[in-house]
């Protein structure tokens, strides 16, 4: 049935990745062709939107966020562990590419996987901070909200779609797997980071009520 993906705007290079996973069934060719293809698709209508370019992407805010890794992208496990990454070079698509097939080695690895997997069947998902927290060291207090009582439910417009693959082909060696030791726990480095933006923000609001 791949013929009726052109109707559902699936780019043509992903069709074409489709169709080679059905013949030769590469699981991690297929991983890293959607990691590729996501961060493709979200480019232009989102990292090089006029708005979201000069209002979040170019703003102090987030290029402070980025030089002191305050964005990251965790994987909790039940007994407090956190493994993960920093998120840096965040506008440029390749970056993100890279970065997406780290975190896939992270998620997939044999040892971690069914830590990850243990998690998200025992616990809810609320878009709270706390959801992970909880399971760690002397942190069982509540200190985010969920995330339905600070912001509503966003309906999104329908946009034309654009088939990325057609004027931006992807790099040579795309499957190519990163170079990467045995993933380690980043909690304690992680809490750093959470407590450093803690402060920044409590300095930033004591200097904007300054008189």
């Known amino acids: 049935m791949f013929h009726l993906l052109d109707h559902f705007y699936v780019s043509r290079f992903m069709q074409n990745e489709w169709r080679h996973f059905w013949k030769r069934g590469d699981r991690k060719r297929l991983l890293y062709a959607l990691i590729v293809n996501e961060q493709h698709v979200i480019q232009q209508p989102v990292i090089l939107h006029p708005s979201f370019k000069y209002k979040i992407f170019h703003s102090a805010f987030f ?20 493994y993960g990454e920093s998120v840096v070079q965040f506008k440029n698509v390749w970056k993100r590419i890279h970065l997406g097939k780290r ?7 044999n040892d971690l996987y069914p830590r990850f997997l243990h998690f998200s069947v025992k616990t809810e998902p609320t878009g709270s901070r706390y959801d992970y927290e909880r399971y760690a060291y002397e942190r069982k207090k509540r200190k985010s909200p969920f995330i339905r009582a600070v912001l509503p ?4 417009h329908e946009r034309a779609v654009e088939d990325w ?18 993933p380690a726990a980043v909690t304690d480095w992680f809490y750093q980071k959470q407590e450093q933006l803690r402060l920044y923000h409590l300095a930033k609001q004591l200097l904007s009520n300054a008189p």
């Open 63 to 82: 290029v402070l966020h980025e030089l002191l890794h305050f964005n990251c992208i965790v994987f909790p496990t039940a007994n407090g562990e956190l």
């Open 103 to 109: 975190l896939a080695s992270i998620l997939f690895d």
């Open 153 to 156: 439910i966003i309906e999104h």
């Open 165 to 182: 693959s057609l004027k931006h082909p992807p790099k040579r060696g795309w499957p190519k797997a990163p170079c990467m030791k045995k």
